[in-house]
């Protein structure tokens, strides 16, 4: 991928908010998501796709919504609401089940432990979207549709026929930035960092607030965390 | 103990079918050569235009073309099982049909292979799965089964046809004789070729029920049981085609053998619908039995929910009903009956694995709202709430995805003919 980002160009103050704690020399990058934080406004998933270039009609990053529809609560059976959301991108499994069906090695664990893309590679079986129980994974099914015109990301645009998905911002990454999603979220729900740091705030945050991992049961070992809500958040 | 005399290549059936191409032959090539161009006009609009033009998105990334192959894949098994089968546990009585199952055999699993170049983004990278395989991907165990059992397959063809067309001067029987010593070679070569090929074709069928069955992310494949229904299944389809073929080409004057095969043929395949049927009730009673969400909603949608309909084709109309005409002794004596219960053996086994996909791939692991993004911009109706997320998506082929199955079916069909028509399919008796 071309490395055009400008974050030379920010503002001094804009760099330090967005700044990567310094991870260790062998850093495991990781995001806690803090559900009590979340208000559902898809900011994050919103600036992924102008950060990455994503096209129309494919999302590396989503907010679910823990309800009935996207804009409606769970009513429980004694009448009462609740409304929360699962801010839902790449979970970067330590054990991912995509890398290891990959026919071609396209999909790998690369830098930081992080899940990653080869598009010269890809063969395009879409067998790793098979085996992801997240539905993270994106394919280029046609050629990119763009709202705008011209590309528009940060990162080079990816080959019709070949997978795409989250790279924790990997461009960003190395001007020692975090991940898109994480500096603009409005309520600060997103902390990202390095979990091989005991110290680092994203482990603090995971071990204080018993971070829980989905679909822990199927043994995946995902780097992203959600941290639950501590009070009461139905009416 | 000197071994008896084997039987000699005689002059009968040995020249090419016809002096002539007869016109019905003649237009059947020609339908599946139109065939063949609509198809491969269609792949290449495929191909200009993305998977696209396809019906499958990022809510059901797997379609129509992963389901022929596996269907493919199953139908194969037929040849190599009657051949080696006839070798290993000395079933003589499939002899006459032997050559006819090993050429279904090889058809199959090339069109089984061909199958999986339309449902690749890139398929110009194909070779890229050799130059960098990664060995914990069931895809690249594979690939590599399909083409040893394409080569075994090939090679019984040949074995078993070879000292016919030496016979008759061929080329094709590449210099090889006739004589006496050939053929004790070649008898030993059979018997060889079936040690390898029976194990081959259990592997085939377990190693594709392993791309499935392996995934952890799909509950309703993440079964143990996989792999023998798939070797079930394919015993089943494989048997019925070799049932149906055999019948087809003795009608085309190609091949001779009593109607006696017919009811021996017709009762096997109750035994092997049987045991399909008993593996497929094990895994729905197990999966079902705890009422656990996760496998239990699989299972539900089955029993109750919008697949109920293809469920009840798989399970009533695919196993139950030819299993009722093969159990009967009187039925089955008929050779009509038996060619119409395989035909049903053969289209419950395409909806069974119709099933399996339509099942664990319409409803995401996680189908909370808004659910999955389609991959596609929605034209016209960029903005419009949920257009471009959905959390079940019902699939259909789209009409280029038919034409490129219609083409590749239609290349099955056409190698079948032609090399029905010009190998001699008839085993010589012994006496």
């Known amino acids: 991928m071309a490395d055009v980002s400008p974050v030379e160009a920010l503002p001094p103050a804009s760099r330090a908010y967005g700044e990567l704690e310094p991870p260790t020399a062998a850093p495991r990058f990781g995001m806690a998501v803090d559900t009590e934080r979340c208000l559902g406004c898809w900011t994050c998933a919103v600036i992924c796709k102008s950060e990455n270039d994503v096209p129309l009609g494919m999302w590396w990053n989503r907010v679910l919504t823990d309800g009935e529809a996207l804009d409606t609560p769970r009513q429980a059976a004694d009448g009462s609401l609740a409304l929360s959301f699962v801010p839902l991108s790449c979970q970067h499994c330590d054990n991912a089940p995509c890398t290891k069906v990959c026919p071609v090695g396209a999909t790998y664990h690369g830098e930081g432990g992080l899940v990653l893309m080869d598009q010269e590679r890809c063969i395009g079986c879409r067998y790793c979207m098979i085996a992801c129980p997240y539905g993270v994974r994106v394919f280029n099914w046609g050629r990119a549709e763009r709202p705008a015109v011209g590309e528009t990301g940060m990162v080079a645009a990816r080959p019709v026929g070949t997978m795409e998905k989250c790279t924790m911002c990997l461009h960003r990454l190395h001007d020692a930035q975090v991940p898109s999603c994480v500096w603009s979220c409005p309520a600060g729900a997103r902390i990202f960092g390095d979990l091989a740091d005991p110290s680092s705030r994203v482990s603090t945050l995971v071990r204080e607030r018993n971070g829980q991992r989905l679909l822990e049961e199927r043994g995946t070992e995902p780097k992203v965390y959600y941290l639950e809500p501590r009070r009461r958040r139905s009416l | 103990m000197s071994a ?391 699939y259909l082929p789209s009409p280029v995805e038919w034409l490129v199955v219609g083409g590749v079916l239609a290349l099955g069909a056409f190698l079948f003919t032609v090399a029905a028509w010009y190998l001699p399919l008839q085993e010589p008796d012994h006496h």
């Open chain 2, 4 to 394: 008896p005399a084997l039987p000699r290549p005689t002059g009968r059936a040995m020249g090419p079918a016809r002096p002539r191409v007869d016109p019905r032959l003649a237009a059947w090539l020609a339908t599946l050569i139109a065939l063949m161009a609509a198809g491969g006009g269609a792949w290449l609009y495929q191909q200009w235009n993305g998977l696209r033009v396809t019906n499958m998105r990022n809510t059901f990334m797997w379609g129509n073309y992963i389901l022929f192959f596996m269907f493919f894949v199953g139908l194969s098994a037929g040849g190599l099982i009657v051949a080696s089968s006839g070798r290993l546990f000395g079933a003589t009585r499939f002899k006459p049909i032997v050559r006819v199952a090993v050429l279904e055999a090889t058809v199959a699993i090339t069109l089984a292979g061909t199958f999986i170049v339309p449902d690749l983004g890139r398929p110009e990278r194909l070779l890229h799965i050799f130059l960098f395989a990664n060995l914990t991907s069931p895809m690249v165990w594979d690939v590599t089964i399909v083409l040893l059992y394409l080569g075994l397959s090939a090679t019984y063809v040949w074995l078993y046809t070879r000292a016919d067309l030496a016979g008759r001067g061929s080329p094709l029987a590449l210099g090889t004789g006739t004589s006496e010593r050939a053929l004790r070679r070649d008898d030993r070569l059979k018997g060889a070729l079936a040690w390898v090929a029976l194990p081959a074709a259990i592997l085939l069928h377990s190693i594709t029920a392993w791309i499935f069955g392996l995934q952890i992310g799909r509950t309703f494949w993440y079964t143990a049981v996989m792999a023998p229904m798939f070797i079930a299944s394919a015993l089943v389809s494989g048997l019925a085609l070799v049932i149906l073929l055999a019948l087809a080409v003795r009608w085309a004057g190609r091949l001779r053998f009593d109607d006696g095969l017919v009811p021996y043929l017709g009762g096997l395949l109750a035994v092997f619908i049987a045991s399909e049927a008993f593996l497929l009730f094990a895994e729905l009673l197990t999966a079902a039995y705890p009422g656990a969400p996760a496998e239990g909603q699989a299972v539900t949608r089955l029993l109750a929910g919008p697949y109920l309909v293809p469920f009840l084709g798989e399970t009533a109309f695919g196993l139950l009903l030819p299993f009722a005409l093969l159990a009967s002794a009187r039925l089955r004596r008929y050779p009509a009956v038996v060619a119409l219960a395989a035909g049903i053996a053969v289209v419950g086994i395409f909806v069974h694995r119709l099933n399996l996909l339509l099942n664990a791939l319409s409803v995401p692991t996680i189908a909370l709202p808004p659910g999955l993004s389609i991959g596609v911009g929605q034209a016209g109706s960029v903005g419009l709430p949920g257009a471009a997320f959905a959390t079940s998506y019902w």
